[in-house]
């Protein structure tokens, strides 16, 4: 057995109404990589951040190599050689790459006012170059999709020369292709002895990456299993501990009168959005999906009015409607659920009910312009509790709330506008197994009750489960559409590489 990293052991943390951790236990191996799983809210992210310094823990122990240490700020872990990557991405949008790996340790020149521009530029191009990354270190990481920028972040933790590696959710917003390379490099690290902490909803991920797994539920250590001897279906019964919800394949009824609600024609705009057009029935799901970058999440950007498009025109009910901004499609009855929530979702300074009522405030004030308050409020216990929102009442601040958390937030958020329209895009992203459960539940309700969704999921089976029929798209362009029966992983991947070739002007 290799040697014993790091070794938390008692660890208890107290927030305002919130007992995050009770008498906590982890231990990392050196060369392991090291899975932290359990439901949101159950305390991972608060663990690894006890552990990084971010967080100062109210009790319980620390050993690191053999030492007990007290890692009472981040700087402190850095120079013990324990680098993160968190769950929220936190680069600065404004710096190039290269500026951002280096922050508050630029290189200088001979004269120290100055910064070494060049040699910063080179020492991120060689970091790059070992992890066989093609970036520019000039390049804006405003510039950056989510994935790229994720990238960025494991160089950074990897210039600190980490002897521990925490990664929290790695793969959330990455492509398969994306995966495989950070796996390559999760392995190239592993080899080299570096202990690596692996936090993952997605259980698939589990068995192919790591070597042991510890449960966390509510705050508190479950068990740590070698993951050769265990099943997925064992672990998340220690995680949840209850029976899950499971849909079959969606049936919508062929023989009924079919009504579009929305019919989006020829949509375009610039290289993102290419000559688009499909059509919405009511009470139905289509599912949208697509390598990263094929364009989804900015069709569904045009038809909600936050890009301007170039051209084409959106129907709903039959009627052409005129979508200038989010406001005119909110009025249109079209919601959109983004897939980035900290952008564009949620106002996490704002409370759970604020943040909630947002999109429907007109429903919530009365005559004098006044907010009606205890309105707001019973609204927003009621998607607490369906919604099973991990939060010790409705005026906790967002951003005090897990990841997961989070997401359902935005998600009670749009269920209280009533929107005839839902697009959501990557719902289920950052979300444990038992409330993804709950949200396909809840999808299920939604277009019984006649509502009708647009989802767009990189989860391929998620697609399948959910939609009832499937629109994939390539590069800008719908390259293909699948009822629920024809559609299989393989026919999907297909279109979804299928380049049409630009037509010669
Ligand atoms: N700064 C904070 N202030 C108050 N409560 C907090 C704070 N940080 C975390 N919590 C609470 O502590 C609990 C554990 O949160 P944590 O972020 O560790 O969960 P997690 O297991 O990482 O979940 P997820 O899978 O959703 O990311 C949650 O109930 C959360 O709301
Ligand atoms: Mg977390």
């Known amino acids: 057995m290799s040697q014993i990293l790091v070794s938390m052991d008692g660890i208890t943390k107290q927030f305002p109404g919130v007992l995050a951790l009770d008498q906590c236990r982890f231990e990392l191996r050196a060369g392991e990589v090291h899975a932290l799983v359990g439901e949101n809210g159950a305390g991972k992210s608060t663990m690894m951040k006890i552990l990084t310094g971010v967080y100062t823990k109210d009790a319980g122990r620390i050993v690191y190599k053999g ?9 402190a872990a850095q120079n013990l050689g324990i680098g993160i990557i968190h769950q929220e991405l936190q680069l600065m949008p404004d710096l190039t790459i290269a500026q951002n790996i280096f922050i508050g340790r630029e290189p200088r020149t001979k004269f120290p006012l100055f910064l070494d521009d060049n040699e910063l530029n080179g020492r991120t191009q060689a970091l790059f ?53 950070l796996f390559r490099m999760i392995t190239q690290l592993r080899e080299q002895g570096v202990g690596i902490v692996y936090i993952s909803h997605r259980m698939e991920e589990l068995k192919r990456i790591t070597d042991r797994i510890t449960v966390m539920r509510d705050g508190c250590y479950v068990d740590t299993v070698r993951t050769d001897e265990a099943t997925i279906d064992a672990i998340i019964s220690m995680m949840v501990g209850r029976q899950i919800y499971s849909t079959s394949k969606p049936s919508i009824d062929g023989s009924g009168q079919q009504t579009k609600v929305l019919e989006v024609q020829r949509l375009s705009r610039g290289n993102a959005v290419k000559d688009v057009s499909f059509h919405l029935n009511k009470g139905e799901i289509v599912g ?8 989804r999440t900015e069709v569904a950007r045009a038809i909600f009015g936050a890009d301007p498009i170039d051209s084409g025109e959106i129907l709903v009910n039959g009627k052409s409607v005129s979508i200038k901004g989010p406001n005119d499609a909110v009025r249109c009855g079209i919601g959109y659920l983004s897939e980035d929530r900290k952008q564009f979702g949620l106002l996490v300074d704002m409370d759970v009910k604020t943040n909630i009522s947002i999109a429907s405030y007109r429903s919530f004030r009365n005559p004098f312009g006044w907010m009606k308050q205890a309105k707001m409020e019973r609204n927003a216990e009621a998607h607490v509790a369906s919604l099973k929102i991990k939060t010790p009442n409705v005026d906790q601040k967002v951003k005090f709330l897990s990841g997961g958390n989070q997401q359902k937030v935005v998600i009670g958020k749009w269920l209280t506008r009533d929107c005839q329209i839902l697009m959501i895009d990557e719902p289920t992203r950052g979300i444990d197994v038992g409330a993804k459960s709950e949200i396909y539940k809840l999808l299920d309700e939604l277009v019984q009750q006649g509502k009708s969704i647009i989802m767009i999921s990189s989860e391929l089976p998620e ?24 559609a299989t992983q393989e026919a999907i991947m297909k279109f979804a590489t299928m380049r049409v070739e630009e037509e010669a002007k």
Request: with cysteine; proline share 2%; glycine share 6%.
């Open 67 to 75: 030492k007990e240490v007290e890692i009472a700020h981040t700087k």
């Open 129 to 181: 170059e070992q992890m066989n990354l093609k970036l520019d270190p000039r390049t804006l990481v405003s510039e950056l999709t989510v994935a790229k920028q994720q990238m960025v972040e494991i160089a950074k933790a990897l210039s600190f020369k980490s002897e521990v590696l925490i990664m929290d959710e790695p793969t959330a917003a990455l492509t398969n292709a994306e995966i495989d390379e």
């Open 463 to 486: 697609i399948l489960r959910m939609s009832h029929r499937i629109i994939v798209m390539c590069e800008g362009r719908i390259t293909g559409e699948l009822s629920s029966a024809e």
């Open 288 to 295: 949208f999906a697509g390598l990263m970058g094929a364009g």
